[in-house]
Nanobody
């Protein structure tokens, strides 16, 4: 059973930074594509950033140049470094793991609030 546990959310002022981390149990991590998604109140869940098993990254236009996704295959973790945060970044952030068409798991989410 693959489990994903996010941490690192919280309240931050506009312009500030936060680092989210997702710890993954199970041995399939190193072969899996990982992603961060977010869902703001009243909106659909949207992609923030993804990273393949080989380290290729992809970002939503709204976060390019501000957010960085990274993974550590030795620790089974994927992080999201968020800089220059804006109020519109406020959302619940979810970690996602995909392996081919076989596995598609989500974490429980962590709240990020950007407000003065």
């Amino acid at each position: 059973q693959v489990q994903l546990v996010e941490s690192g959310g919280g309240l931050v002022q506009p312009g500030g930074s936060l680092r989210l981390s997702c710890a993954v149990s199970g041995s399939i991590f190193r072969w899996s594509a990982m992603g961060w998604y977010r869902q703001a109140p009243g909106k659909q869940r949207e992609l923030v950033a993804t990273i393949t098993s080989s380290g290729d990254t992809n970002y939503a236009d709204s976060v390019k140049g501000r957010f960085t996704i990274s993974r550590d295959n030795a620790k089974n973790t994927v992080d999201l470094q968020m800089n220059s945060l804006k109020p519109e970044d406020t959302a619940v952030y979810y970690c996602n793991l995909k392996l081919l068409q076989i596995v598609n798991n989500w974490g429980q989410g962590t709240q990020v609030t950007v407000s003065s």
